[in-house]
């Protein structure tokens, strides 16, 4: 099963972009599905979580810009981005973390650049 992360690209400050994080399988046990982001340079950081509860938490830097959303049918993660920043630009990977081996899987990355 692989992890197919897309929706990213090139978008001015202030526009909106919507990530889609979808499974090529059916994945059991998910207790979490994760967007991290990694820029030039720097670690990769995790920017939002959704547990399988439905609660969400976001990085401090992205809070009240960015939505994390899922969709078990579709079997699908979301990364709502509004208001985007310069700052924001990074390659972004989503993780699905389960309960059984291999407890994790990532997706590809997908680019955004946000330009000034």
């Known amino acids: 099963v692989q992890l197919q992360a897309s929706g990213g690209g090139l978008v001015q400050t202030g526009g909106s972009l919507r990530l889609s994080c979808a499974a090529s399988?059916?994945?059991?046990?998910?207790?979490?599905m994760d967007w991290y982001r990694q820029a030039p340079g720097k670690q990769r950081e995790l920017v939002a979580y959704?547990?399988?509860?439905?609660?969400?938490n976001y990085v401090d830097s992205v809070k009240g810009r960015f939505t994390i959303s899922r969709d078990n049918a579709k079997n699908t993660v979301y990364l709502q981005m509004n208001s985007l920043k310069p700052e924001d630009t990074a390659v972004y990977y989503c993780?699905?973390?389960?309960?059984?081996?291999?407890?994790?899987?990532w997706g590809q990355g997908t680019q955004v650049t946000v330009s000034s």
């Open positions: 399988g059916v994945i059991v046990s998910i207790y979490s």
């Open positions: 993780k699905w973390n389960v309960r059984t081996a291999p407890y994790y899987y």
């Open positions: 959704i547990t399988n509860g439905g609660i969400e």
